[in-house]
């Protein structure tokens, strides 16, 4: 939430901790502003209010464009093990 609540450019920013969760599973703030971002757009495509599938499924995307190239050279997703 710190890392949306610093961008002025964000309008919206994640009201429950169900939309903020999927998020913390990435690894740098400028992966979780893009995500965020993915997720309002999505809602907005369809007219109604971001939800936590909204963001996961932004964070799933994420991870398909930037699994096996990170990117500015940080892996998307923080390894757990």
């Given at each position: ?41 999505m ?25 096996k ?13």
């Amino acid at each position: 939430m710190t890392d949306l609540s610093t961008t002025v450019d964000i309008a919206l920013l994640p009201e429950t901790e169900w939309q903020i969760r999927p998020l913390t599973r990435l690894k740098v703030s400028e992966h979780r502003k893009r995500a965020w971002d993915m997720a309002l757009e999505m809602a907005a495509a369809e007219g109604r209010a971001v939800t936590a599938r909204d963001v996961e499924a932004a964070v799933e995307e994420l991870d398909g464009e930037n699994c096996k190239i990170p990117v500015n050279g940080v892996p998307v997703f923080t390894l757990v093990g």
